[in-house]
């Protein structure tokens, strides 16, 4: 027995020692050192968005924004650029005259009278009232500030007094010293139809609200016709020829429009014409001499005026646009 324990331990011992040199030599081993760590790489965080403006804060102005964007812009109000007021239209000259002047005296009547100015004497324009009409045409400058207007109206009788010498005096109370026996012409002188044409250019001072005043400046004529003397002395003979020649003048305008309703109006207009002189010739003025029996009648030649009318026109009236 002992001897196969013995042979057994032989056979066994080459094993272990084998085993136990390598539990040895793993053990002696030096340990592989662990790899190095790598470095770490720092990365900056992003960085933070701004703020945004509160929700509600900002939705009013994208709206509006938006609404801008998709808002259709008004279409433009077309202007009517013609317009027109009727009324009434009051003239009434601011007038004065030079004296008056014979001329082409020839024959008895250079025994009394003779060429040149009456000393005193005078003559005047009276005046009228007429219906009338405004047109008007808006222009299309400054914002249609500007406009042409004229007027139009019935023709008018404008009525030649006389003043002064003329009137209250013979034109001829002697010849060589003995009376004549022609009397004073008294007031009236001769009447002649008139136009005045006139074209003024228009500047409002408002464009808005329901009061529009306005300012003018312009030019006009006096055109006179169907001139005729008048004056019972100077028509008792024969008729004279009587002749007013066109005045032109300067025109000074001013004014208010009210809108009424919708498009009716109302207006009131002051036109002033200045530096209007018309000049007006009596030809064949023939005149009886009751105190001369020699002399039955004389040719006194003719009588010129030259008056400064300067009317003053005022008109008020209703009218529309269109």
Do not use: C
């Given at each position: 027995m002992?001897?196969?324990?013995?042979?057994?331990?032989?056979?066994?011992?080459?094993?272990?020692?084998?085993?136990?040199?390598?539990?040895?030599?793993?053990?002696?081993?030096?340990?592989p050192a662990a790899p190095a760590a790598e470095p770490e790489i720092e990365f900056e965080?992003?960085?933070?968005?701004?703020?945004?403006?509160?929700?509600?804060?900002?939705?009013?102005?994208?709206?509006?924004?938006?609404?801008?964007v998709t808002r259709v812009a008004p279409a433009p109000v077309k202007r009517k650029r013609f317009y027109v007021r009727a009324g009434i239209i009051h003239v009434a000259p601011q007038s004065s005259s030079r004296e008056m002047e014979l001329a082409d005296i020839d024959g008895a009547a250079s025994l009394a009278v003779e060429n040149g100015p009456i000393a005193g004497s005078g003559a005047e324009v009276g005046s009228a009232t007429v219906p009338g009409l405004i047109l008007g045409y808006v222009l299309p400058f400054l914002d249609d500030r500007l406009s042409l207007e004229t007027v139009l109206g019935v023709?008018?009788?404008v009525k030649f007094r006389a003043t002064g010498t003329l009137a209250n005096e013979s034109i001829a109370p002697t010849a060589l010293g003995i009376p004549t026996g022609?009397?004073?012409?008294?007031?009236?002188?001769?009447?002649?139809?008139?136009?005045?044409?006139?074209?003024?250019?228009?500047?409002?001072?408002?464009?808005?609200?329901?009061?529009?005043?306005?300012v003018g400046a312009g030019v006009a004529v006096l055109i006179a016709y169907d001139a005729k003397v008048?004056?019972?002395?100077?028509?008792?003979?024969?008729?004279?020829?009587?002749?007013?020649?066109?005045?032109?003048?300067?025109?000074?305008?001013?004014?208010?429009?009210?809108k009424?309703?919708?498009?009716?109006?109302?207006?009131?207009?002051?036109?002033?014409?200045?530096?209007?002189?018309?000049?007006?010739e009596v030809h064949h003025i023939q005149v009886r001499t009751p105190e001369l029996p020699l002399f039955d009648t004389v040719e006194v030649g003719t009588a010129?005026?030259?008056?400064?009318?300067n009317p003053l026109i005022v008109q008020a009236g209703l009218g529309l646009d269109f």
């Amino acid at each position: 027995m002992r001897t196969l324990l013995a042979i057994a331990l032989v056979l066994a011992l080459p094993g272990i020692a084998d085993a136990d040199r390598r539990k040895k030599g793993r053990a002696n081993r030096p340990v592989p050192a662990a790899p190095a760590a790598e470095p770490e790489i720092e990365f900056e965080p992003p960085p933070a968005p701004a703020p945004e403006a509160p929700i509600a804060a900002s939705e009013p102005a994208t709206a509006e924004a938006d609404a801008e964007v998709t808002r259709v812009a008004p279409a433009p109000v077309k202007r009517k650029r013609f317009y027109v007021r009727a009324g009434i239209i009051h003239v009434a000259p601011q007038s004065s005259s030079r004296e008056m002047e014979l001329a082409d005296i020839d024959g008895a009547a250079s025994l009394a009278v003779e060429n040149g100015p009456i000393a005193g004497s005078g003559a005047e324009v009276g005046s009228a009232t007429v219906p009338g009409l405004i047109l008007g045409y808006v222009l299309p400058f400054l914002d249609d500030r500007l406009s042409l207007e004229t007027v139009l109206g019935v023709p008018f009788t404008v009525k030649f007094r006389a003043t002064g010498t003329l009137a209250n005096e013979s034109i001829a109370p002697t010849a060589l010293g003995i009376p004549t026996g022609v009397m004073p012409l008294g007031p009236e002188l001769g009447e002649a139809k008139a136009a005045p044409p006139l074209l003024t250019l228009v500047y409002s001072l408002m464009q808005r609200g329901p009061l529009r005043p306005y300012v003018g400046a312009g030019v006009a004529v006096l055109i006179a016709y169907d001139a005729k003397v008048t004056n019972p002395m100077l028509i008792e003979v024969s008729q004279p020829e009587f002749e007013v020649a066109p005045a032109p003048g300067l025109v000074f305008q001013g004014g208010l429009e009210a809108k009424l309703w919708k498009g009716i109006y109302a207006r009131l207009d002051v036109k002033f014409i200045a530096l209007m002189l018309a000049r007006a010739e009596v030809h064949h003025i023939q005149v009886r001499t009751p105190e001369l029996p020699l002399f039955d009648t004389v040719e006194v030649g003719t009588a010129k005026m030259s008056v400064w009318v300067n009317p003053l026109i005022v008109q008020a009236g209703l009218g529309l646009d269109f």
